[in-house]
Nanobody, 131 residues
């Protein structure tokens, strides 16, 4: 069973930074790409960043490019991984519940934020950007 747990949300002033973390555990993680999507009230779900199963490639939504950085650290046994999302220059438009998700893949070197397909996701963590 794949488990994902997010942490790190909170209240940040506009222009500030925050780092979200996703702890994922379970079998087969070395064939799971991991990403982050967000859901704001009244808005559609937006996948904002992903990292390939190999950890070598990333992809970002236009809203995240240049401001957000996703990184992946695999444990030696690949049964646990940590995927962080560093967010800089935050604006009120970034206010949302952020979820990390996993998707199994045979192509370990690719991920694409335009794909909305997910296998599992966490409970979410709330980011509020406000002065």
């Amino acid at each position: 069973q794949l488990l994902l747990e997010e942490s790190g949300g909170g209240l940040v002033q506009p222009g500030g930074s925050l780092r979200l973390s996703c702890a994922a555990s379970g079998a087969g993680l070395d064939y799971d790409l991991i990403g982050w999507f967000r859901q704001a009230p009244g808005k559609v779900r937006e996948v904002i960043a992903c990292v390939s199963a190999s950890g070598t490639n990333t992809h970002y939504a236009d809203s995240a490019k240049g401001r957000f950085t996703i990184s992946r650290v695999n444990a030696m046994d690949n049964a646990k991984i940590t995927v962080d999302l560093q967010m800089n220059n935050l604006t009120p438009e970034d206010t949302a519940v952020y979820y990390c998700y996993a998707k199994s893949t045979f192509v370990r070197t690719l991920c694409d934020v335009r794909s909305l397909s997910t296998d599992a996701w966490g409970q979410g963590t709330l980011l509020t950007v406000s002065s």
